[in-house]
């Protein structure tokens, strides 16, 4: 079977033991005699796939009955109206951090609705690190503190987290989510486009307190109201079912493993070997990011020249490892190292980072 070491930014590689399930129970799920997107999402089958998958998530993020999990469509990029809809009243701001591309699109969306002020911003420093955040002050106004826990484009993470008070704390999580040990009952809202640690496009995962929901505004379009959504156990209209299973198969390969602190292990172990060749060898691999602010699902870096770096990722394509390229608007070499990329796949290219520097220097 020709699989690659695939670091494609999102959609991204998966779990071979989850393709695997998928795979065999496509045709007849379980005895039905049809796969299960072929079933009624109002079948007893889909039904449980629903409920496993929803207790999964509280089981392993470390979530009470006060949450609710909810499984819904339009991608995170959705999540940056849908914030802002729910939430912002009269007279309210939502507070923002701006750390990249993904921040800077869900503040154009709550100014398209209403008002974002951002409280701290690296836009000037090119995004190349994550603002301190003991530094911030939230305005008396604000209805949520909004933030990028990982930036896939510019290669920053965050490592400490914000003190937002009483005011609620909302996370795009998208390609950091399950990755490492964390407090998530800090947040009051997390989002997270499934393509990247989750499953396949089509799901964006939204886990929300319920003294949070509560607060959302009364007399919005039905669809476009989280509470519909927690209400009917994201039921109300025909879920992304595909999706759904498969998210369960990760949140089941994840506890198999040991849940987050044993992904945590083995995501540590995979960010230290590429970083170790970036800080070993500064003069032909340059880090973009301030190394506090370094991500571990995303490492951003240059090479000496551009001709370099298309030599490089064409190479390693031709190697086995696929996926390098840097976001089209900041160039260079992007190595996302998702929960699905095996460790020796980072181990294997940090192998073949240092013969081609010793061929290229
Ligand atoms: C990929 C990504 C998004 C966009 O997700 P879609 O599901 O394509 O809308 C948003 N935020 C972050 C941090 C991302 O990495």
Redesign the pocket.
């Known amino acids: 079977m020709g699989r690659v070491f695939n670091f494609n930014p999102?959609p991204s590689t998966l779990p071979l033991d989850v393709l695997k399930i998928v795979q065999a129970e496509l045709l007849d799920y379980r005895g039905t005699g049809m796969s299960i997107i072929e079933s009624s999402h109002r079948s007893p089958e889909y039904d449980e796939i629903n409920e496993s998958a929803m207790s999964l998530a509280r089981e392993l993020f470390g979530l009470g009955d006060d949450y609710h999990v909810l499984f819904m469509t339009g991608?995170?990029?959705?999540q940056f109206a849908f914030i802002p809809l729910n939430f912002l009243n009269d007279g309210q701001v939502g507070a923002y951090v701006d750390t990249g591309s993904?921040s800077a699109k869900a503040i154009k969306e709550a100014n398209i609705i209403g008002t974002a002020e951002v409280i701290a911003s690296s836009k000037a420093a090119e995004y190349k690190f994550i603002p301190n955040m003991s530094d911030i002050t939230i305005p008396g106004n604000a209805a949520y503190l909004h933030i990028?826990s990982?930036?896939?484009i510019k290669g920053t993470q965050y490592h400490e987290w914000p003190n937002a008070g009483a005011v609620p704390l909302v996370c795009?999580m998208?390609?950091d989510i399950a990755s490492r040990v964390l407090d998530f009952t800090k947040f009051s809202l997390i989002y997270a486009?499934a393509?990247?640690n989750l499953g396949p496009?089509g799901v964006?995962l939204v886990l929300i307190r319920d003294e949070f929901l509560q607060k959302c505004k009364d007399g919005l379009p039905t669809m476009f109201s989280y509470k519909t959504h927690a209400e009917q156990k994201s039921l109300y209209n025909t879920p992304p079912s595909l999706c759904v299973y498969i998210m369960k198969l990760v949140f089941e390969w994840i506890k198999n493993q040991g849940g987050l602190a044993a992904v945590e292990k083995v995501n540590r172990a995979k960010k230290d070997a590429i970083y170790g060749m970036i800080d070993g060898n500064p003069d032909f691999y340059k880090g973009t990011v301030q190394p506090g602010s370094r991500s571990w699902m995303n490492i951003t870096l240059r090479l000496p020249s551009e001709d370099l770096e298309k030599k490089f990722i064409s190479e390693a394509k031709a190697a086995g490892f696929v996926g390098l390229k840097g976001h089209r608007s900041v160039g260079g070499v992007r190595v996302s190292l998702y929960n699905a990329l095996p460790l020796e796949g980072a181990q294997r290219l940090a192998e073949f980072m240092s013969d081609f520097m010793k061929k290229n220097k």
């Open positions: 999102g991608g995170a990029s959705s993904w990028t990982n930036n896939t795009d998208s390609s486009g393509q990247k496009s964006t």
